[in-house]
T-cell receptor, first 114, second 110 residues
Framework: ETGVTQSPTHLIKTRGQQVTLRCSSQ?????VSWYQQALGQGPQFIFQ???????GRGNFPPRFSGLQFPNYSSELNVNALELDDSALYLC?????????????FGPGTRLTVL | GQNIDQPTEMTATEGAIVQINCTYQ??????LFWYQQHAGEAPTFLSY????GLEEKGRFSSFLSRSKGYSYLLLKELQMKDSASYLC???????????FGSGTRLQVQP
């Protein structure tokens, strides 16, 4: 158990719809990263939030957006869903300020887009 | 840019030893991570190497050669529960996130 929780566990949406995924970080962790993991692939970095500000972004379009709240919980929003958005979405929290700090992953949300 | 290569699948026998290789290309090397991921679950941290050499942690060891851009994860006394994907990762350039390889799916057979 990493102390990182995500909701919902599974979600089915239709192409064109919007979705919000949620993550609660481990206590004391002020940084959260979101990753997309397609079947059979490694996780790909979407973006990161540090103290409620976006602090870096991977190669994902603007329809992927996020929020971090004062209690350091976080949301990932995806607009205009496409079939290729079907994946496991993972959030990871970390406490430190170094790129080498260990990231603690939540169990993920499995999104299916039909 | 960054690039990480790992074999896609490996099979080994319970009680044996298996070595999972990872080669990487990255500017400004800042360490290498190994994570274990069981099917449908979150990745869990196994090891972090920043200096050359072998680091042992129980049944698992991780090796790094910075000059060769190469790492491996060594699993000894394999158990059925070791069947999982093993992910090699390096810090994402300029960000406190990770770039992952595609993972090596290890199947341990009786």
């Amino acid at each position: 158990e990493t102390g990182v929780t995500q909701s919902p566990t599974h979600l089915i949406k239709t192409r064109g719809q919007q979705v919000t995924l949620r993550c609660s970080s481990q206590s004391g962790h002020n940084t959260v990263s979101w990753y997309q993991q397609a079947l059979g692939q490694g996780p790909q970095f979407i973006f990161q939030y540090y103290r409620e500000e976006e602090n870096g972004r991977g190669n994902f379009p603007p329809r992927f957006s996020g929020l971090q709240f004062p209690n350091y919980s976080s949301e990932l929003n995806v607009n205009a869903l496409e079939l290729d958005d079907s994946a496991l979405y993972l959030c990871a929290s970390l406490a430190g300020t170094a790129s080498t700090d260990t990231q603690y992953f939540g169990p993920g949300t499995r999104l299916t887009v039909l | 840019g960054q690039n990480i290569d790992q074999p896609t699948e490996m099979t080994a026998t319970e009680g044996a030893i298996v070595q999972i290789n990872c080669t990487y290309q990255t500017s400004g090397f800042n360490g290498l991570f190994w994570y274990q991921q069981h099917a449908g679950e979150a990745p869990t941290f196994l090891s972090y190497n920043v200096l050359d050499g072998l680091e042992e942690k129980g049944r698992f060891s991780s090796f790094l050669s910075r000059s060769k851009g190469y790492s491996y994860l060594l699993l000894k006394e394999l158990q059925m529960k070791d069947s999982a994907s093993y992910l090699c990762a390096v810090p994402y350039t300029g960000r406190r996130a990770l770039t992952f390889g595609s993972g090596t799916r290890l199947q341990v057979q009786p």
